[in-house]
Nanobody
């Protein structure tokens, strides 16, 4: 069982930056593909970004491509999401997830954190 804890959310003005972190409890963290998802009020949870176990392969939703960067540090059991040029439409609860297979489908991911709120003011 992998436990995930997100941090780094907050309130930021449009155009600003935030870096989210997700710490994993499992020492087999490096075996998992890690992902970030978000859920805005009244909307379904959606894929944001994912990274392979080695960090050599990344993927992004079109809406964040070029503005967000995912990375991981397997020595620290931590995955990051650097968010730049933030827009009000990025406002959501951001969730970290772990999985053994690549997928952008929410239901396919096995482990989830509790989420961290990101609010971007205009």
């Amino acid at each position: 069982q992998v436990q995930l804890v997100e941090s780094g959310g907050g309130l930021v003005q449009a155009g600003g930056s935030l870096r989210l972190s997700c710490a994993a409890s499992d020492r087999t963290f490096s075996n998992y593909r890690m992902g970030w998802f978000r859920q805005a009020p009244g909307k379904e949870r959606e894929f944001v970004s994912a990274i392979s176990w080695s960090g050599g392969s990344t993927s992004y939703a079109n809406s964040v491509k070029g503005r967000f960067t995912i990375s991981r540090d397997n020595a620290k059991n931590t995955v990051y999401l650097q968010m730049d040029s933030l827009k009000p439409e990025d406002t959501a609860v951001y969730y970290c997830a772990a999985n053994s297979r690549p997928s952008t489908v929410v239901a396919a991911w096995s482990y989830w954190g509790q989420g961290t709120q990101v609010t971007v003011s205009s």
